[in-house]
């Protein structure tokens, strides 16, 4: 009998230990990463078949103090070498030392070589030791001034399974891939997905425990050509060991990776492991991920940042996960990152955490438990609800989660679910709604509009403004303060857009949410996707396009529509310049009121393209486009449309009345790449609207408007102007909320 031990990674040893116990040899955990049992040759041949999470096995000959080069001579000269390793046997010493006086491991090395070539002659009575057959890698470790001498009987790690010839990028290694699995508690009948498979290691790892197929069984090792532990015992071994596999899974895995290049690696890797029908490898993007089976263990290793892409879209990635994982309300998740900031990430405590080790990198495995399966409910048996060339082997089966009363336990999902506060809020809500509704009734007919505010956060507790555009409604969602995590507030969401739908009578596709937030630089006016859904409105007998699924405001402002019909009044034979100017609503309105000329600038190309068409739609033709700002020379008359910045359009332009009527309508800051010089409405607005009062006319008057809430105007910078402010008088009365924007009108004296 030997002593020996099966080295693991950091956190795995556990596990190692109750492998070694499963296959009939006690053993305790001697050291981190040191298993300690005791075997027989058999035992060693075993172990190294048998051991999923070890790293080695390996046969400790000797070990005792060591605090000087001699002692260290004398421990390695006394070990019985010459038992294991031939006479014409490679020995190559590795070593490492921890907290010990003999800190040269080098140095170490030598030592040790040196005792064993001493031993290995006087036991082989040989006087050459020619090194040319075998592996015989023998291991000092010292640790506290305590050497200990192992044989490594392995070889190759034993992470090295065989069935990988290629790895792909950022590889987690086998053996902690068969851990993570392990300490998920997966069980072959549930269904699995990793979304982030890259090459497939964890869920080959899966099936390979799933049906008991001995993780050695496609490679060799060292020991095997050792005089002392070769014969037929490994061909017995390796039979039994197929005998003992399972010839399938009742449950087929599913893998995802949006790499197709990682996705061929994968499938060549679960051919040669052996369980290539065991496993559906699928290209599928992350934010797709969406299934109907329930009880699951999505178990997966993304990217860290730190080696794959870059650090910014991996944390992006990592924000969107509460979001899809909510998906999957009975499942339980275990992501393995070397994000250590995963939970803040997520914004979400994991049921548990475990510190692992990839290589060298450290690890945690996330654990989010999600609910147990009911005792009443039947197990799934192979092929239940998988369709077939997608990972699901039942013909008709979609894979769009629907939620149902018995698949949604708000209390027990691992992300998502509603409190117990979601069906009072969601009522009061309603109500509120309803009533708003009703009031608003008769409201948008009598004033010829098809586009008004429903409901301007009437409720604290739904902190929504809810517009109605013809048969579509944008809900959109304002900042709060509130304890639900990010997935259950995703869920929440999906209740109060649900009844908005319900109490405004409009199909739940018809309602659009947004999400509005502190804002920085540009980012209000960044498209956010690509469905353009599009729509024509009415307001005051004129047609606009309104997009209701790409930005964050959907083209026209609704809180301006009052000022809109102070413009067209005051638009009759005016030359009409509208700054910072959007979509040009403030432009339309002014050229159907009759103006004589109308200058629309704005850096935007989309948005001068966008208003265009609401000159078409209105049949309003565009006279002009002009490029640059610069050198422009204002028409009198026509509608122009001007790309450029609108402080640089009033530098460029004589000092001379040219515009006798205008609107200012700036946003609050703005940092575009195309811009020179950030713009601040604070800071700026003052002197832009100085530099405007000498190109208008005696008498004419300038709107000016900022949604900034703190904004103070230095009334002593514009000297020339009549200032007065219309604030109460420019907000419509759908609009609850009084304070949505200021605004001024500015007379030239």
């Not at 399966?373 to 699901?392: A, L, P, Q, V, Y």
């Not at 935007?604 to 309003?620: G, I, K, V």
């Not at 008498?699 to 009549?722: P, W």
Request: net charge neutral.
């Amino acid at each position: 009998m030997y002593d020996l031990i099966a080295t693991a990674a950091f956190g795995v040893e556990t596990l190692v230990r109750h492998e070694l116990e499963s296959l009939g040899y006690p053993a305790r955990v001697a050291s981190p990463g040191r298993v300690l049992f005791r075997g027989d040759e058999q035992a060693v041949r075993e172990a190294n078949l048998w051991l999923r999470y070890a790293e080695r096995v390996l046969v400790r000959l000797a070990t005792a103090p060591a605090t000087d080069f001699g002692q260290l001579f004398d421990l390695a000269r006394a070990a019985p070498w010459s038992d294991w390793i031939p006479a014409d046997g490679q020995f190559p010493v590795r070593g490492r030392s921890h907290k010990s006086q003999l800190s040269s491991v080098p140095a170490c090395q030598r030592i040790v070589k040196k005792a064993v070539v001493e031993q290995l002659r006087e036991g082989h009575g040989a006087s050459e030791l020619p090194e040319t057959t075998g592996d015989y890698a023998i291991e000092v470790a010292l640790a506290s001034d305590q050497a200990t001498l192992y044989l490594d009987t392995t070889g190759e790690g034993l992470h090295k399974r065989g069935y990988r010839p290629v790895v792909g990028a950022a590889p987690l290694r086998e053996t902690l891939a068969a851990a993570v699995v392990s300490f998920s508690h997966w069980r072959p009948e549930q269904p699995f997905w990793d979304p982030f498979c890259g090459t497939g290691t964890l869920a080959i790892e899966a099936a390979l425990a799933g049906r008991e197929i001995a993780p050695g069984l496609g490679r060799t090792f060292a020991c095997e050509a050792w005089p002392r532990l070769a014969g037929r015992e490994w061909g017995e071994l390796r039979d039994a060991a197929r005998r003992r596999a399972k010839p399938s899974l009742p449950e087929r895995l599913l893998a995802t990776d949006a790499d197709e290049d990682a996705l061929r690696l994968a499938r060549r890797a679960a051919e040669a492991a052996g369980v290539a029908d065991d496993i559906h490898f699928q290209r599928r993007d992350f934010g797709d991920l969406s299934s109907k089976r329930e009880y699951g263990a999505l178990i997966t290793n993304p990217p860290y940042g730190e080696r794959l892409g870059e650090r910014e879209e991996v944390e992006r990635l990592y924000h969107s996960m509460p979001e899809v994982f909510r998906r999957l309300p009975t499942w339980s998740h275990y992501v393995l990152t070397a994000r250590l900031d995963f939970e803040k990430l997520v914004g979400q405590t994991a049921s548990k955490r475990r510190k692992l080790y990839n290589g060298r990198l450290e690890c945690t495995l996330f654990q989010y438990h999600g609910p147990r399966k009911r005792r009443d409910e039947g197990r799934g048996t192979r092929g239940e609800g998988w369709e077939e060339g997608s990972g699901k082997r039942e013909a008709g089966r979609t894979n769009e989660f629907q939620p149902t009363a018995d698949s949604r336990q708000p209390t027990a999902q691992a992300f998502g679910g509603l409190r117990p506060e979601a069906e009072r809020q969601a009522s009061e809500f309603a109500s509120a709604l309803r009533k708003r509704a009703r009031h608003l009734r008769k409201w948008p007919t009598k004033r010829g509009i098809t586009c008004y505010r429903v409901y301007d956060r009437d409720m604290p507790e739904a902190p929504f403004a809810i517009d109605r555009y013809g048969d579509a409604v944008v809900v959109a969602e304002y900042e709060r303060p509130h304890e639900r995590t990010p997935a259950e507030h995703a869920d929440w969401l999906d209740l109060m857009v649900r009844t908005t739908a319900q109490v405004l009578e409009v199909p739940r596709g018809e309602v659009y949410l947004r999400k509005r937030e502190r804002q920085r630089g540009d980012a209000q006016y960044d498209r956010l996707g690509e469905e353009s859904v599009t729509r024509v409105v009415e307001e005051g007998g004129l047609r606009f396009r309104v997009n209701l699924s790409d930005y964050l405001d959907t083209g026209l402002f609704l809180d301006h529509r009052t000022t809109r019909g102070m413009v067209r009044e005051a638009a009759p034979g005016k030359r009409f310049l509208n700054l910072f100017a959007y979509t040009g609503a403030f432009t339309v309105y002014a050229a159907a009121g009759g103006a004589a000329s109308t200058t629309t600038v704005d850096l935007s190309q989309n948005y001068l393209d966008w208003a265009a068409e609401n000159l078409r739609l209105n049949e309003l033709r565009v006279a002009s486009r002009e490029a640059r700002a610069a050198g422009y020379t204002p028409p009198e008359d026509g509608n122009h449309l001007v790309r450029g910045d609108s402080r640089e359009f009033i530098d460029s332009l004589p000092r001379e009345p040219l515009f006798d009527l205008a609107v200012v309508d700036p946003p609050t800051f703005s940092n575009s790449k195309r811009l020179d010089e950030d713009w601040d409405v604070q800071r700026d607005a003052a002197p832009l609207l100085a530099a405007l009062r000498e190109r208008m006319s005696a008498g004419g008057v300038v709107y000016f408007s900022t949604n900034f809430r703190r904004f103070k105007l230095d009334e002593a910078a514009l000297a020339g102007y009549a200032v007065r402010e219309i604030s109460k008088q420019t907000v419509p009365e759908d609009f609850r909320n009084k304070r949505i924007h200021r605004c001024w009108r500015l007379v030239v004296e």
